[in-house]
């Protein structure tokens, strides 16, 4: 067949009473979206919440028999230990005072970050699904080197090289799709990812980064130690 | 056998609390949703392509059900918990060595707070890369958000309750950068916080009431209305 659409018949009372429908080749995934398939809540979903509680549930058990929660010896506001440090999830924080003056480290930084993270939905450029380069390529160019230059000296001047390096590693990638002459499918799909996806992705490595380099990394004075080298 | 469990399935006992069979035919199983309390939040029906495993993880799931752990296990340590200094210590020492299965008990609170953090995240993540947050689902992903942030409260909270060095300095380090906050704002919010300027025994009551009554409840009512908005927003 080299006609670019088929011929269907639909005998399907409640939702048309007679109809002939020219479905276009490609349009066929749109059709296909609208008229999705449906399954029974139960038992479908209900079994698969009971077993993803069991697994979580089998899981979390086992790690409580074998590793005990740690209980130091009482608080004493006397005997500061070197290094105070938070829980795990503020350590990317508090490795962030560690280059920042507190107000941009542990207030301006943190405030930004949750609000980024609130409007998200709010924002067109969040919305669009086309590649990083589609449009406007020229200009888009002259912004992503404007604003990551910007960054980059700002991490520079600051020697937050923990970010820097992260920074420039997701640029490069960003930039691939635009220099390469070369295509592949690899190379497609760089280049397929939106604006918006880029920035989570550079927001997530960074604060995995910081938040490993806090926990595992920062020993007394919060200077650089490797997890061997611990006494405690 | 299936004689005795067709009657009784038939009994007026029965119906007055399920009010519909076994769900063997697709009326009944749409019954076992909607008559249900627990399962009312769910819709009859719902997309294959969205209870498929690999597209949401479970993540959303495994977060509330981590909660459900963490509200059971909570409860049962308070039994054994007195907010006060040094009995609080006292208590913990006595979780370890004295009540039977004290140590397991905390260790499952311990890890399941540490997991739900961690776990929260990956959800949103996920949330984010299947693009879920586009509208009409903007409103649920703000309150998702909040969600995070009182999940990070939680653990916060209650990482103080212990009272052993790592609580102490824990939380002397996170309300040291409260106090980074510029116009005087971070002193207020840290002596609300803290009953006094150092982490002392009025800390530990408002962390306590925080952790085990104010912060729950308000989790409590966002994930109720996350629920419901996954609803009415049309579903996953
Ligand atoms: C205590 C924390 C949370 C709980 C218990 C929770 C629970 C859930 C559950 C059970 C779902 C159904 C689908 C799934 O399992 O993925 C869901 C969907 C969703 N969640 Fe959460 N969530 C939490 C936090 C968050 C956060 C931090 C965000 C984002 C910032 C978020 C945004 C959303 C959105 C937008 C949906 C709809 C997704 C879709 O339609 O595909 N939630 N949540």
């Known amino acids: 067949m080299d006609k670019d659409f088929k011929v269907e018949i639909t005998s399907d009372v409640k939702k048309v009473t007679k109809r002939i429908a020219f479905i276009k080749d490609r349009d066929a995934a749109r059709v296909k979206k609208v008229d999705e398939d449906m399954v029974m809540t139960f038992p479908n979903l209900v079994i698969r919440e009971i077993i993803a509680f069991q697994v979580m549930v089998i899981v979390l058990v086992l790690i409580s028999l074998f590793v005990d929660a740690p209980l130091e010896w009482i608080a004493n506001p006397e005997h500061t230990p070197n290094p105070a440090k938070a829980p795990w999830y503020f350590l990317g924080l508090q490795e962030l005072l560690h280059y920042f003056p507190p107000v941009v480290g542990g207030v301006l930084l943190p405030s930004l970050a949750v609000i980024a993270l609130i409007v998200i939905p709010y924002f067109k450029i969040n919305l669009k699904k086309d590649g990083l380069w589609k449009e406007l390529p020229r200009q888009t160019l002259t912004g992503f080197l404007i604003f990551v230059g910007t960054v980059s000296l700002v991490l520079l001047l600051f020697r937050v090289y923990a970010m820097l390096v992260p920074t420039i590693i997701v640029s490069t990638f960003m930039l691939i799709p635009y220099f390469s002459k070369r295509n592949n499918i690899f190379i497609e799909w760089l280049g397929s990812r939106p604006l918006s996806w880029w920035i989570m992705t550079w927001f997530v490595i960074i604060a995995v980064v910081l938040t490993t380099i806090g926990t595992l990394f920062r020993g007394p004075e919060w200077s650089w130690t490797w997890p061997w080298q611990r006494i405690y | ?236």
């Open chain 2, 1 to 236: 056998m299936k004689k005795i469990f067709d009657r009784l399935v038939r009994s007026q006992v029965w119906r007055s609390i399920f009010r519909h069979g076994l769900p063997e035919s697709n009326r009944t199983r749409a019954e076992a949703i909607f008559f249900n309390f627990f399962f009312h939040l769910h819709p009859t029906k719902v997309r294959k392509r969205s209870i498929k495993f690999t597209y949401t993880w479970g993540l959303g799931g495994i977060s509330f059900g981590l909660f459900i752990v963490l509200v059971i296990t909570g409860a049962l340590l308070m039994l054994y918990y007195r907010p006060s200094v040094p009995q609080a210590y006292g208590d913990m020492k006595d979780l370890q060595f004295v009540v039977s299965s004290g140590q397991f008990l905390r260790n499952m609170h311990r890890w399941a707070a540490h997991a739900m953090v961690a776990i929260v995240f990956l959800h949103m993540l996920r949330v984010f890369y299947t693009g879920s947050y586009r509208p009409p689902k903007e409103f649920n992903w703000v309150i998702g958000v909040i969600l995070f942030v009182t999940t990070i409260l939680l653990s916060y909270t209650g990482y103080l309750l212990p009272w052993d060095q790592l609580s102490f300095w824990g939380i002397s380090v996170g309300t040291n950068m409260i106090r980074a906050m510029p116009f005087g704002i971070g002193e207020m919010i840290s002596f609300l916080l803290l009953g006094g300027n150092i982490v002392g025994e009025n800390a530990l009551v408002r962390f306590y009431v925080l952790h085990c009554f104010i912060i729950p409840v308000a989790a409590i009512l966002l994930m109720a209305i996350h629920f419901w908005r996954i609803r009415k927003d049309g579903g996953v």
